[in-house]
Every structure is written in C-alpha cells, then in structure tokens.
C-alpha cells in the first residue's frame, strides 16, 4: 500500500508558475510508474505528465509549459508549471502504480492516488 499527498497548489496569475509535489509513503521500496492527472469543474479527469523511469511524457496541452521530475530519495515525484494559463485551472492528482518501463495516459492504469491540490490560474 501507497499513501500519496499532494502539495503546492494555489492561485496565481496567468504567465506565473507553481510547482506541485507528491510525496509517498509506504511500501515505497518498490519502483513505481508516477503519473499527474488534473481535473476542472464538469470534466473528466485528464492525463498530464508521467514519469517511469527516465522517461516522462506529457500532454499536448502542456508540453513546453510543464515538467514531471522525480527525487527517488526523497520518495517525491514534483510537476514544475511555467507559464500557467487560465485553462490550467483544476484539481491536480498525483497517481502511482507498481513497475517500471511501461506507462500510460489512462487513470484506470494506477492504483494509487492522492487527494488533490487545487490549481486556480486567473486571467
């Protein structure tokens, strides 16, 4: 079992910056595939970033903007926001799953998650 929790979020203005951590706790001796996923009033929940192993992979909408990085020593996974816009706004989760290599954009892939931090970019 993962227990994961998000800090970081908050509001700033459009072009402003925030970095989100995740921290883990638990059976983190085992590698993990760690995803951010994000989640705005009346939509579905959408991909954002991964990391497993060194590869990482990001959504269109944020590739250029975003970076997923991983501090294994410190069991936490960060997404660094540059240039955050007013469509960033959401909850952001942070999610896991044991392994390593592999990785996807579905939420149904991980099975842990965290409860969220709110991500408010004003125009």
């Known amino acids: 079992q993962v227990q994961l929790v998000e800090s970081g979020g908050g509001l700033v203005q459009a072009g402003g910056s925030l970095r989100l951590s995740c921290a883990a706790s638990?059976?983190?001796?085992?590698?993990?595939?760690m995803g951010w996923f994000r989640q705005a009033p009346g939509k579905e929940r959408e991909f954002v970033a991964v990391?497993?192993?060194?590869?990482?992979r990001y959504s269109d909408s944020v590739k250029g903007r975003f970076t997923i990085s991983r501090d294994n020593a410190k069991n936490t996974v960060y997404l660094q926001m540059n240039n955050l816009k007013p469509e960033d706004t959401a909850v952001y989760y942070c999610?896991?799953?044991?392994?390593?290599?592999?990785?996807?954009?579905?939420?149904?892939?991980?099975?842990?998650w965290g409860q969220g931090t709110q991500v408010t970019v004003s125009s």
């Open positions: 999610a896991a799953t044991p392994g390593s290599g592999a990785y996807s954009y579905r939420p149904g892939f991980y099975d842990y």
């Open positions: 990391i497993s192993d060194s590869i990482t």
């Open positions: 638990g059976r983190t001796s085992s590698r993990y595939v």
